[in-house]
């Protein structure tokens, strides 16, 4: 009886040592999540800032021929 307690206190105890390790590689895994996730919106908002940046600079060159059709015509 004494040696089936014991048998089962360690199958116990080595199923809560799994149970654990899963937990710690979870966290690890979800941390690894989080980090990435940071990086990621970090690099879209860059990307969105230089295509914002490219934008503008189109606008101000199609403006300026707008200015400069305008001026053709005016003369």
């Known amino acids: 009886d004494y040696a089936l307690k014991k048998w089962f206190s360690g199958f116990l105890y080595l199923l809560k040592s799994f149970g654990a390790a ?8 979800n941390q690894e999540i989080i980090d990435l996730s940071k990086n990621e919106k970090n ?13 503008v600079i189109i606008q101000v060159f199609e403006i300026n021929s707008i200015n400069f059709n305008i001026r053709k015509k005016l003369i």
């Open 22 to 29: 899963d937990e710690d590689f979870l966290s690890e895994i």
């Open 43 to 55: 690099i879209i908002l860059l990307t969105f800032l230089f295509q914002f940046l490219v934008f």
